[in-house]
């Protein structure tokens, strides 16, 4: 069974910068899509970027222009390069791959961002 796991979250102030990994026990090269979501306190886990195998990448509108979403397929890792941070980024950061086909998709535990001064 694939594993994620994520790491990078922390508290940070407005206006500041963290960078998210997700680390999958497995090959990544040919996994169709990797994606970031989080979930903010009673509210719905949202997607916010994903990349594909092929390296094309979509965005919630809420953080175009500020995160960044990269693979590195020889480390099996995808990260989330998050700057400008705003308080209203404060959730839990899941990560999860999507191989494709008909196979299940798979989460990562998730980290914890919070944004506050």
């Known amino acids: 069974q694939v594993q994620l796991v994520e790491s990078g979250g922390g508290l940070v102030q407005p206006g500041g910068s963290l960078r998210l990994s997700c680390v999958v026990s497995?090959?990544?090269?040919?996994?169709?899509?990797m994606g970031w979501y989080r979930q903010a306190p009673g509210k719905q886990r949202v997607l916010v970027a994903a990349?594909?195998?092929?390296?094309?990448?979509n965005y919630a509108d809420s953080v175009k222009g500020r995160f960044t979403i990269s693979r590195d397929n020889a480390k099996n890792t995808v990260y989330l390069q998050m700057n400008s941070l705003k308080p209203e980024d404060t959730a839990v950061y899941y990560c999860?791959?999507?191989?494709?086909?008909?196979?299940?998709?798979?989460w990562g535990q998730g980290t914890q961002v919070t944004v506050s001064s």
């Open positions: 990349i594909t195998r092929g390296r094309t990448t």
């Open positions: 999860k791959a999507t191989p494709g086909g008909l196979g299940p998709d798979y």
């Open positions: 497995e090959s990544i090269f040919s996994i169709y899509s």
